[in-house]
């Protein structure tokens, strides 16, 4: 029997925090495992229980949720952070990202979609609300600016194709027989190639240009 996806959920609001527990509660594949209402208290939660999945709200009373998701992923990278936010400002998406969120998600989705979403993060890929994603994408893909992928070698542009399909790291080492070392060592090239901060911003900007082509 596959294990259950263990959820920790982060939220200053009692009624939307105790919904959206409710909600993913009813998921039979899902357990929620804790919740909390401030920094500090999801940060010590976090470290005790270790939860799959963390959803974690950007505005908190005592520190910013993208402080936490930066402290936790940095202490605990095997936590997925997905930011279930009302904020659609830009800035909060990309510090999200650069903090480590594997998902933004704008508080509006409905209860079907958040399962999916939590899903798709506990997988190991990413998920930006499409609305964001948009977003990021406009800014990425300004015209009359220098092409940054004729900058790519043939084994980066592989490489790219698949952090674009989901993969991980280790998936990208198993499947072209590279060690996963080498994988991010590629991966830290390809980002600076790119002018970008993080792998969900490459993978965007590589679905972006494979539509557009």
């Given at each position: 029997?596959?294990d259950k996806?263990r959820?920790l959920?982060?939220?200053?609001?009692?009624?939307?925090r105790?919904?959206?527990?409710?909600?993913?509660?009813g998921?039979?594949?899902?357990?929620i495992?804790g919740?909390?209402?401030?920094?500090?208290?999801?940060?010590?939660?976090a470290?005790?229980?270790?939860?799959?999945?963390?959803?974690l709200?950007?505005?908190m009373?005592?520190?910013s949720?993208i402080?936490v998701a930066k402290?936790i992923s940095?202490?605990?990278?095997?936590?997925?952070?997905i930011m279930?936010?009302?904020?659609?400002?830009?800035?909060d998406?990309?510090?999200?990202?650069?903090?480590?969120?594997?998902g933004?998600?704008l508080k509006?989705?409905s209860?079907?979609e958040?399962a999916?979403?939590?899903?798709?993060?506990a997988?190991?890929?990413?998920?930006?609300?499409p609305?964001?994603a948009?977003m990021?994408?406009f800014e990425?893909?300004q015209p009359?600016?220098?092409?940054p992928?004729s900058?790519?070698?043939?084994?980066?542009?592989?490489?790219?194709?698949l952090v674009?399909?989901?993969?991980?790291?280790?998936e990208i080492g198993?499947?072209?027989?590279?060690?996963?070392?080498?994988?991010?060592?590629?991966?830290?090239?390809?980002l600076?190639k790119?002018?970008?901060?993080?792998?969900?911003?490459?993978?965007l900007l590589a679905?972006?240009r494979?539509?557009?082509?």
């Open positions: 029997m596959q996806i959820i959920i982060a939220d200053d609001h009692p009624m939307f105790e919904g959206v527990a409710q909600t993913l509660a998921e039979k594949d899902f357990t495992i919740q909390a209402s401030s920094g500090e208290e999801t940060f010590d939660l470290a005790e229980l270790l939860p799959d999945v963390l959803l709200d950007i505005t009373p005592d520190q949720g402080v402290k940095a202490t605990f990278p095997i936590i997925q952070i279930l936010t009302a904020s659609e400002n830009e800035d998406l990309m510090k999200a990202l650069k903090a480590g969120a594997r933004y998600v509006g989705i209860a079907k958040l999916i979403v939590v899903r798709t993060i997988g190991g890929e990413t998920f930006i609300s609305e964001m948009n990021l994408l990425l893909s009359n600016q220098p092409d992928f900058d790519l070698s043939e084994r980066e542009r592989e490489i790219l194709n674009a399909k989901g993969l991980t790291n280790r198993e499947h072209i027989y590279l060690s996963e070392k080498t994988i991010k060592h590629y991966m830290t090239n390809i600076q790119l002018h970008v901060r993080s792998r969900v911003e490459a993978a679905q972006e494979k539509l557009r082509n």
